[in-house]
């Protein structure tokens, strides 16, 4: 049996959520072929950046775009636009017909199904476990099969894109996997101030950055009682416009003043590995943050959450936005000296409604991850699998 994971993305944060599954795969069904079809020399890189010396164990197959039609395409409109994420699939049909099955992170891969006719299982991994709309649209029932973190969102699948429960299998977050016992620290943070991590959503209808991030910027320059961390989504600068398609919107990012770079208790980080990583999400103290999903790997360890209602969002009721539950919600960083204060002297009131929302949003077993989803899949085909006598369990 041959089995594909396609990584195909502008930047490599959707990595860490599959890879493990492939590796995991091979080791548990050795008569299976695991290729990783990967769209650009940085996620091929990030592929044997993560699988280290496990990389021999999988063929790694870098895709191209192949039609002068679509490298032209892409030449004129990239800069707005993913056309070269559109046409990978149109342009490396012959590899995706090779495949008894394919396991993707993202739903642009349907196309191979709906535009070119493809008769190939597809499997959806998902690459978070946030609490967004899109995430539970429709197009989630065009797979064969979906891979989920946790309860909430097998819940929600269910009752809003109408997947079909024997479609979908919990399988916790196989991300997690990858964690260490070290806990990464910025230089900075040997001055022993706490750290605040800004982690803003790129999308121009949700994200805090258009309509307040230099605002929060300029806050942390003038108050020095913080470090802060600015890592905000891998592609909010990823292009000179954001464009959104569940709601079409365009925002321009800009660019960021040196000020806030040369301060010494500011780090800027807009897209190296360890924004994608978790080495943020483990090391802040204090997350501040909008609609990113990321906040779920922040409470893999509970602590003081912040967020900013920059759109004047109704959200108590609405499950798109269960995850403000978890700390204090401002509408304007004026408030953040206060609020920053108030997160940390009343996390105790926050703790166990952190721990109910992580528990719903993934369910983590003595069984890694990755294994799990790599039996559910193979389970699903049918696959041969030898299960491991004993497997390790994820660090915590």
Same mark, same amino acid.
């Given at each position: 049996?041959?089995?594909?994971?396609?990584?195909?993305?502008?930047?490599?944060?959707?990595?860490?959520?599959?890879? *493990?599954?492939?590796?995991?795969?091979?080791?548990?069904? *050795?008569?299976?072929?695991?290729?990783?079809?990967?769209?650009? /020399?940085?996620?091929?890189?990030?592929?044997?950046?993560?699988?280290?010396?496990?990389?021999?164990?999988?063929?790694? !197959?870098?895709?191209?775009?192949?039609?002068?039609?679509?490298?032209?395409?892409?030449?004129?409109? $990239?800069?707005?636009?993913?056309?070269?994420?559109?046409?990978?699939?149109?342009?490396?049909?012959?590899?995706?017909?090779?495949?008894?099955?394919?396991?993707?992170?993202?739903?642009?891969?349907?196309?191979?199904?709906?535009?070119?006719?493809?008769?190939?299982?597809?499997?959806?991994?998902?690459?978070?476990?946030?609490?967004?709309?899109?995430?539970?649209?429709?197009?989630?029932?065009?797979?064969?099969?979906?891979?989920?973190?946790?309860?909430?969102?097998?819940?929600?699948?269910?009752?809003?894109?109408?997947?079909?429960?024997?479609?979908?299998?919990?399988?916790?977050?196989?991300?997690?996997?990858?964690?260490?016992?070290?806990? /990464?620290?910025?230089?900075?943070?040997?001055?022993?101030?706490?750290?605040?991590?800004?982690?803003?959503?790129? %999308?121009?209808?949700?994200?805090?950055?258009?309509?307040?991030?230099?605002?929060?910027?300029?806050?942390?320059?003038?108050?020095?009682?913080?470090?802060?961390?600015?890592?905000?989504?891998?592609?909010?600068?990823?292009? /000179?416009? !954001?464009?959104?398609?569940?709601?079409?919107?365009?925002?321009?990012?800009?660019?960021?003043?040196?000020?806030?770079?040369?301060?010494?208790?500011?780090?800027?980080?807009?897209?190296?590995?360890?924004?994608?990583?978790? %080495?943020?999400?483990?090391?802040?103290?204090?997350?501040?943050?909008?609609?990113? %999903?990321?906040?779920?790997?922040?409470?893999?360890?509970?602590?003081?959450?912040?967020?900013?209602?920059?759109?004047?969002?109704?959200?108590?009721?609405?499950?798109?936005?269960?995850?403000?539950?978890?700390?204090?919600?401002?509408?304007?960083?004026?408030?953040? $000296?206060?609020?920053?204060?108030? +997160?940390?002297?009343?996390?105790?009131?926050?703790?166990?409604?952190?721990?109910?929302?992580?528990?719903?949003? !993934?369910?983590?077993?003595? $069984? *890694? %991850?990755?294994?799990?989803? +790599?039996?559910?899949?193979?389970?699903?085909?049918?696959?041969?699998?030898?299960? /491991?006598?004993?497997?390790?369990?994820?660090?915590?």
């Amino acid at each position: 049996m041959r089995i594909g994971f396609l990584f195909n993305h502008d930047q490599v944060h959707q990595v860490a959520h599959a890879l *493990p599954i492939a590796l995991a795969m091979r080791r548990l069904s *050795p008569t299976t072929h695991v290729v990783v079809a990967t769209t650009n /020399p940085a996620l091929t890189a990030e592929v044997h950046r993560l699988a280290g010396p496990a990389v021999d164990e999988i063929e790694i !197959v870098e895709l191209s775009l192949r039609r002068v039609s679509t490298r032209l395409l892409a030449r004129g409109l $990239e800069w707005a636009l993913p056309i070269r994420k559109i046409g990978m699939y149109r342009d490396n049909l012959d590899l995706f017909g090779t495949l008894d099955a394919l396991v993707v992170t993202e739903k642009t891969s349907l196309i191979l199904k709906t535009r070119y006719g493809l008769n190939l299982p597809i499997i959806h991994t998902r690459h978070g476990a946030g609490d967004r709309a899109i995430g539970f649209n429709k197009a989630s029932a065009g797979f064969d099969h979906v891979l989920v973190s946790g309860p909430k969102i097998r819940r929600r699948l269910i009752d809003e894109a109408g997947v079909a429960p024997d479609r979908i299998s919990m399988v916790g977050y196989a991300k997690f996997d990858l964690l260490g016992q070290s806990r /990464p620290r910025l230089p900075m943070q040997d001055n022993g101030k706490p750290t605040v991590l800004y982690n803003p959503h790129p %999308s121009p209808h949700l994200s805090s950055w258009y309509v307040h991030g230099r605002a929060v910027l300029e806050h942390f320059l003038r108050d020095d009682r913080f470090n802060l961390i600015f890592a905000p989504h891998v592609m909010l600068f990823h292009r /000179p416009f !954001v464009v959104t398609i569940d709601k079409l919107r365009i925002d321009r990012p800009g660019r960021i003043a040196t000020r806030f770079s040369e301060a010494p208790n500011i780090h800027i980080d807009l897209g190296s590995a360890a924004s994608t990583d978790m %080495s943020y999400t483990l090391t802040a103290d204090i997350y501040l943050g909008d609609v990113s %999903s990321q906040i779920y790997e922040f409470l893999y360890r509970p602590r003081p959450c912040l967020f900013l209602n920059s759109h004047g969002v109704d959200w108590r009721s609405d499950p798109n936005y269960a995850h403000w539950a978890a700390g204090p919600v401002i509408g304007d960083p004026a408030h953040l $000296e206060a609020a920053l204060d108030w +997160a940390m002297i009343s996390h105790s009131r926050y703790a166990a409604i952190q721990r109910r929302l992580f528990d719903d949003s !993934v369910d983590l077993t003595p $069984e *890694p %991850s990755a294994v799990r989803a +790599a039996l559910a899949i193979l389970d699903r085909l049918g696959a041969a699998v030898t299960v /491991p006598e004993t497997h390790v369990p994820i660090a915590v």
